[in-house]
């Protein structure tokens, strides 16, 4: 019985020895097919393709399909995938529900998920240039709210060629949208029936403008009922900004300078997403560099603010990092998503300066800035799904951490979804099944946490605990006795989120660590 047992162990820590290098590309073939689902419609070409969750898990995604019957003719589509991947028949015809806005080009650019698991989709509907700011709510099953709008559909204009970029809803069920419309940056909000909210702004809107065009591209409604809103602005060169205004739409002056905070570095900055921590600090990603003339390079951009907005130096030592993704000199961050322990990924792509080579490209920074080196290679990952026009677009996290990333695929834009690993080196439990040969608890834990090493103890070499800033808190070395069941004091240790790490010779056996 020992031998077998022996055997067993020696098999084990060989497979883990395999499986463990084998998860440093973090795509998770459990998902889909080998990690990712490609829906086989044709989409506009300027998609974009982002998602949200409903309270049951699944994922909805919103786009844009042409058809051809007579001339180019795009509507609405929603998507639907179950949590594994898989398309959900259950929804529309086989997953996906066209609406016709009434114009042959109705895009969608956002999508939000009310408490109740309604859909909100905003956009755009018109033609060419002469377009409305255009919203449409969906019951949770995919068909049309009736009680929205007009007949499940809203329009409103100012001018001409306008559109709305990004969505939130309030706790009180209250829709915040945001866009542009004649060059000029505007935020709407409506009342849960689809009607402006009068009480709000200007009848309904605030109009901002800070150059000779600014843009709205994304909004996050905080706690206080207040909004930040984060965009682009053009003219003579290229900023970022992101300004906070109060829940009746006037200017937070407070914030920032005179209620605004503008990006700029000296070069161009395009800010395409916004995303806030649980300390409510906020993250804003897009994109650093030069996009015209003979030899264009373009970064990702990461930057952090300060709830106050100004620019926060503990990130990066600078308030801001660039980087771009090995040759490719053509990149972008079109989303951010931080998870509980104040981890930031930035989703977007990277290209060839002929722009010929486009790919899926992630980034994970730590809390202070720095890269997470244990995550795919030093902190970025690269994904070639086999086309030359590859982008990832949106990104959120599903039930279960797992990073859930849209986008668009191929030379007919066809919407994609992958699911990435968000730590991929939290392996005990994916490895060794139902914790059949070592078992942590409690996890979470308060002052203390036991860790049953009676089958590997022989082979334990060290065991450390490590901080999301990459800090040894605890270390237990060899020249310290491995009991069959290990206990490790926890109650200097202040509450948050941690890596238990178990160097067993040529595998580490890492866990995440809760302290309560």
Same mark, same amino acid.
């Given at each position: 019985?020992?031998?077998?047992?022996?055997?067993?162990?020696?098999?084990?820590? !060989?497979?883990?020895?395999?499986?463990?290098? !084998?998860?440093?590309?973090?795509?998770?073939?459990?998902?889909?097919?080998?990690?990712?689902?490609?829906?086989?419609?044709?989409?506009?070409?300027?998609?974009?393709?982002?998602?949200?969750?409903?309270?049951?898990?699944?994922?909805?995604?919103?786009?844009?399909?042409?058809?051809?019957? #007579?001339?180019?003719?795009?509507?609405?589509?929603?998507?639907?995938?179950?949590?594994?991947?898989?398309?959900?028949?259950?929804?529309?015809?086989?997953?996906?529900?066209?609406?016709?806005?009434?114009?042959? /080009?109705?895009?969608?650019?956002?999508?939000?998920?009310?408490?109740?698991?309604?859909? &909100?989709?905003?956009?755009?509907?018109?033609?060419?240039?002469?377009? %409305?700011?255009?919203?449409?709510?969906?019951?949770?099953?995919?068909?049309?709210?009736?009680?929205?709008?007009?007949?499940?559909?809203?329009?409103?204009?100012?001018?001409?060629?306008? /559109?709305?970029?990004?969505?939130?809803?309030?706790?009180?069920?209250?829709?915040?949208?945001?866009?542009?419309?004649?060059?000029?940056?505007?935020?709407?909000?409506?009342?849960?029936?689809?009607?402006?909210?009068?009480?709000?702004?200007?009848?309904?809107?605030? $109009?901002?403008?800070?150059?000779?065009? #600014?843009?709205?591209?994304?909004?996050?409604?905080?706690?206080?009922?207040? &909004?930040?809103? !984060?965009?682009?602005?053009?003219?003579?060169?290229?900023?970022?900004?992101?300004?906070?205004?109060?829940?009746?739409?006037?200017?937070?002056?407070?914030?920032?300078?005179?209620?605004?905070?503008?990006?700029?570095?000296?070069?161009?900055?395009?800010? #395409?997403?916004?995303?806030?921590?649980?300390?409510?600090?906020?993250?804003?990603?897009?994109?650093?560099?030069?996009?015209?003339?003979?030899?264009?390079?373009?970064?990702?951009?990461?930057?952090?603010?300060?709830?106050?907005?100004?620019?926060?130096?503990?990130?990066?030592? $600078?308030?801001?990092?660039?980087?771009?993704?090995?040759?490719?000199?053509?990149?972008?961050?079109?989303?951010?998503?931080?998870?509980?322990?104040? /981890?930031?990924? !930035?989703?977007?792509?990277?290209?060839?300066?002929?722009?010929?080579?486009?790919?899926?490209?992630?980034?994970?920074?730590?809390?202070?800035?720095?890269?997470?080196?244990?995550?795919?290679?030093?902190?970025?990952?690269?994904?070639?799904?086999?086309?030359?026009? %590859?982008?990832?677009?949106?990104?959120?996290? %599903?039930?279960?951490?797992?990073?859930?990333?849209?986008?668009?695929?191929?030379?007919?834009?066809?919407? &994609?979804?992958?699911?990435?690993?968000?730590?991929?080196?939290?392996?005990? $439990?994916?490895?060794?099944?139902?914790?059949?040969?070592?078992?942590?608890?409690?996890?979470?834990?308060?002052?203390?946490?036991?860790?049953?090493?009676?089958?590997?103890?022989?082979?334990?070499?060290?065991?450390?605990?490590?901080?999301?800033?990459?800090? /040894?808190?605890?270390?237990? #070395?060899?020249?310290?006795?491995?009991?069959? &069941?290990?206990?490790?004091?926890?109650?200097?240790?202040?509450?948050?989120?941690?890596?238990?790490?178990?160097?067993?010779?040529?595998?580490?056996?890492?866990?995440?660590?809760?302290?309560?």
């Amino acid at each position: 019985m020992m031998k077998k047992t022996f055997c067993l162990l020696i098999f084990r820590l !060989a497979f883990l020895n395999t499986a463990l290098f !084998a998860q440093i590309y973090p795509l998770d073939s459990t998902f889909g097919l080998q990690g990712k689902t490609i829906v086989d419609i044709t989409c506009m070409n300027i998609a974009q393709n982002h998602i949200a969750t409903q309270s049951d898990g699944k994922i909805v995604l919103a786009t844009s399909k042409v058809s051809y019957t #007579t001339g180019y003719d795009y509507d609405f589509c929603l998507l639907r995938f179950n949590p594994d991947g898989s398309l959900d028949n259950s929804f529309g015809n086989q997953g996906m529900i066209l609406t016709d806005l009434g114009s042959t /080009e109705d895009f969608a650019f956002d999508i939000a998920i009310q408490l109740d698991d309604k859909i &909100i989709v905003v956009g755009t509907s018109g033609e060419f240039t002469d377009r %409305d700011f255009s919203l449409a709510r969906f019951n949770a099953d995919g068909t049309i709210d009736q009680s929205f709008g007009s007949n499940g559909i809203v329009k409103t204009s100012v001018l001409y060629d306008d /559109e709305l970029y990004s969505v939130a809803i309030q706790s009180d069920g209250k829709i915040v949208a945001g866009g542009t419309g004649n060059s000029i940056g505007y935020i709407f909000r409506f009342l849960p029936d689809g009607s402006l909210d009068l009480s709000f702004g200007n009848s309904g809107k605030v $109009s901002l403008q800070y150059g000779g065009y #600014t843009s709205v591209k994304d909004i996050i409604i905080m706690n206080d009922g207040s &909004i930040l809103a !984060a965009g682009q602005i053009g003219g003579n060169g290229a900023d970022g900004f992101v300004t906070k205004i109060n829940s009746d739409g006037s200017a937070n002056t407070s914030f920032g300078s005179n209620g605004k905070y503008i990006v700029n570095f000296g070069n161009q900055e395009y800010i #395409t997403s916004m995303s806030c921590q649980s300390d409510g600090k906020i993250v804003l990603g897009g994109a650093y560099g030069y996009m015209i003339g003979s030899n264009p390079t373009i970064d990702f951009l990461i930057v952090r603010l300060l709830p106050e907005g100004i620019l926060d130096n503990s990130f990066n030592s $600078s308030g801001k990092i660039t980087f771009g993704f090995g040759l490719n000199n053509y990149n972008g961050c079109n989303s951010l998503a931080i998870n509980a322990g104040n /981890e930031i990924f !930035a989703v977007g792509y990277c290209n060839t300066f002929q722009q010929t080579n486009s790919n899926f490209a992630i980034a994970k920074l730590m809390s202070n800035g720095n890269f997470d080196l244990t995550y795919g290679n030093s902190g970025k990952v690269i994904t070639d799904f086999g086309s030359s026009k %590859d982008k990832g677009q949106g990104a959120i996290f %599903d039930l279960n951490e797992g990073l859930l990333v849209s986008g668009v695929y191929g030379d007919s834009s066809n919407p &994609i979804i992958c699911r990435y690993k968000s730590s991929i080196f939290d392996n005990i $439990s994916e490895l060794l099944k139902n914790g059949d040969c070592i078992s942590i608890f409690p996890n979470p834990c308060k002052d203390y946490v036991q860790i049953d090493l009676s089958l590997i103890q022989e082979k334990v070499k060290e065991i450390a605990i490590i901080d999301l800033l990459g800090n /040894e808190v605890k270390k237990i #070395t060899s020249t310290d006795s491995f009991y069959p &069941i290990l206990r490790i004091q926890t109650n200097f240790l202040p509450k948050g989120v941690y890596q238990l790490k178990i160097n067993i010779g040529d595998v580490v056996l890492t866990k995440r660590l809760i302290k309560q």
